[in-house]
């Protein structure tokens, strides 16, 4: 068990450029989260999958970002013309959902955008 | 709106106890767990909460009152690892995450 792992570690991007970060989940894992972080917060719930469905998108999140889980292992995260603002570190987390309530998330150690 | 409360910065020395609040205000309640995690690196599961009461871990342990909306962590014997960022988390109506700020401990020699 490798854990969850995230690729790259970190990206520099110039503004108005898209980017995209892949994720690879524990194998066994059927649930894969992806968060938003910055300095001094809490993770921020981006999207989120059981398998290869997409079961929930935060309101929040603009339609620049888009997300893929084929075949229910590894996913993408793609952000289109990015924005300062969108500097942040993007965590992927996985779980093993055989429980809506006391469900253990276990994380990758993120990427690192920074759009200049 | 949904929120978590919880203080930005708490100092301890190491050897002693320190206690971690949280408070929650959240469209339904499906538990409360705790992530700890280091300068630079993941989330980690810590614990986690349905019903009240004390649940404890080695050195952790966490309390959960429902009827007040509340809950902490507790760490006993602290050791200079234990430094890190402590959040909390609940499980709201929809089944998702709403993480707290975070609480930044810091420990002296």
């Known amino acids: 068990d490798t854990g969850v792992s995230q690729d790259p570690r970190h990206k520099i991007t110039k503004r108005g450029q898209n980017v995209t970060f892949r994720c690879d989940p524990i194998?066994?894992?059927?649930?894969l989260y992806w968060y938003r972080q910055t300095l001094g917060q809490g993770p921020e719930f981006l999207t989120y999958?059981?398998?290869?469905?997409?079961?929930?998108k935060s309101r929040l999140l603009s339609d620049r970002f888009s997300a893929e889980r084929p075949k229910g292992s590894f996913s993408t995260l793609e952000i289109q013309r990015t924005e300062q603002g969108d500097s942040a570190m993007y965590l992927c987390?996985?779980?093993?959902?055989?429980?809506?309530?006391?469900?253990?998330?276990?994380f990758g150690s993120g990427t690192q955008l920074s759009v200049l | 709106g949904q929120s978590l409360e919880q203080p930005s910065e708490v100092t301890a020395v190491e050897g002693a106890i320190v206690q971690i609040n949280c408070t929650y205000q959240t469209s339904g309640f499906y538990g409360l767990s705790w992530y700890q995690q280091h300068d630079g690196g993941a989330p980690t599961f810590l614990s986690y909460n349905a019903l009240d009461g004390l649940e404890e871990t080695g050195r952790f342990s966490s309390f959960l009152s429902r009827s007040d909306s509340y809950g902490y962590l507790l760490l006993q014997e602290l050791q200079m690892k234990d430094s890190a960022s402590y959040f909390c988390?609940?499980?709201?109506?929809?089944?998702?995450?709403?993480w707290g700020a975070g609480t930044k401990l810091i420990i002296k020699p």
């Open positions: 999958f059981q398998n290869e469905a997409q079961l929930e």
């Open positions: 987390a996985s779980s093993f959902g055989d429980s809506d309530y006391n469900e253990k998330l276990f």
């Open positions: 988390a609940v499980r709201d109506s929809n089944y998702q995450l709403i």
């Open positions: 194998s066994e894992h059927n649930r």
